[in-house]
């Protein structure tokens, strides 16, 4: 669990040297739109879930995760230097969607690879671990992208390089700090989305689908958090530390909630989680003063601990052993086709409207949630 936990920071170091900073280089050196940033942001992450199905279904049928995982942190640490040498806006669009497939292979195998090695009455805390683990990557990353930012007086494609490194690392550290866990039993592969198959995830498991694609409605890219902070007028250099406080407060809450979710009803701890993503939006859209926007992000930051491990640990509850690649690729597709309609629906809020209208649909979008979980009564 560790050692997965440290390939995950090494890779989200990677990618947020870059991820922090390539909406300010859309726009100030590439010349994108809002909407621009929006729909390559909404198509790149939607890229990386939907083919998460794909890799999670391979992953039960050969009954083995770890090559996959690995084939997939090599693809998105090769697809670092192509950021460096952008010259225009489809490389960028051609980089994000070749390192967003890189995630999406490795994604389902290996929650399916945390699942299979965490005992089930501490399964909340495992994806809890892991998840901090990742978000401490995901904030060191935009603070070594500031430093850098401030050391080369805003040499973007020279910081993009230099995120190469501990992309390889986390290959290393994964082909050579993991071993594959045994079967107890014999594998039998058979395909896991035949429909006797597919008849094995219940109304419990597409219940949990259901939310998890309305919570993705609610909560659009966090590129809209970037430009949010660029409005308040601090230099660019350190515009990506909104990320780097927003993954503080999600690595140091991802952990204690993960183990609060072993002990506490599933559904009450979503619905407040997505009650502090709403008072976030009305924040950010309140007003874009520094304070401000701080303070949204950090209370972004509290709803992703409270509900990202939580989302994947109920995924894994509800769906048998051997499909739960599988699972996860599902519950991953739908994900990533609301996310491209969020993220292109934030774009054109933005441009046409105003960013503050952007926010105020993503609290409405939180309401819509909150009711739609009210539907299913409590365990």
Request: hydrophobic share 55%.
């Amino acid at each position: 669990m560790w050692v997965l936990g440290f390939v995950s920071l090494l890779m989200d170091v990677s990618s947020e040297m870059i991820h922090s900073l390539l909406p300010l280089f859309m726009a100030g050196v590439l010349g994108a739109s809002a909407l621009t940033i929006g729909l390559i942001e909404g198509l790149a992450e939607a890229t990386a879930l939907i083919v998460k199905i794909f890799s999670g279904t391979l992953s039960d049928y050969l009954g083995k995760r770890k090559g996959l995982a690995v084939m997939g942190y090599a693809l998105g640490a090769l697809s670092k230097p192509l950021f460096a040498l952008a010259p225009s806006i489809g490389v960028v669009l051609s980089a994000r969607f070749l390192d967003r497939i890189g995630k999406g292979i490795r994604g389902a195998p290996r929650d399916a690879l945390v699942a299979d090695i965490a005992p089930p009455e501490a399964r909340g805390a495992a994806f809890g671990l892991r998840q901090s683990l990742d978000t401490v990557g995901a904030f060191l990353g935009p603070l070594l992208g500031v430093g850098l930012m401030l050391l080369w007086a805003d040499n973007f494609r020279a910081v993009f390089w230099v995120a190469l490194i501990p992309g390889l690392l986390a290959v290393g550290l994964l082909v050579f700090g993991v071993r594959e866990p045994h079967r107890q039993r014999e594998h039998k592969r058979t395909n896991p989305i035949s429909r006797a198959n597919l008849r094995r995830l219940d109304t419990s498991y597409w219940w949990v689908v259901g939310v998890g694609a309305v919570f993705t409605l609610a909560r659009f890219s966090e590129a809209f958090l970037v430009l949010r902070a660029a409005q308040s007028g601090i230099p660019v250099a350190l515009v990506p530390l909104v990320i780097v406080a927003m993954n503080v407060v999600y690595a140091g809450s991802a952990y204690p909630f993960g183990k609060l979710s072993d002990r506490m009803s599933h559904q009450r701890l979503l619905a407040w989680g997505l009650g502090v993503l709403l008072l976030a939006d009305l924040v950010l859209a309140s007003s874009n003063h520094w304070l401000n926007v701080l303070g949204g992000v950090a209370l972004w930051g509290v709803h992703m601990g409270m509900t990202q491990g939580l989302l994947t640990t109920m995924v894994a509850d509800t769906a048998p052993v051997e499909m739960r690649g599988t699972a996860f690729g599902f519950f991953n597709l739908v994900s990533g086709i609301v996310l491209l309609i969020a993220s292109a629906l934030a774009g054109l809020l933005w441009d046409q409207l105003g960013p503050s209208f952007t926010f105020y649909a993503g609290a409405g979008f939180c309401l819509i949630a909150l009711l739609a979980l009210a539907w299913k009564p409590s365990h």
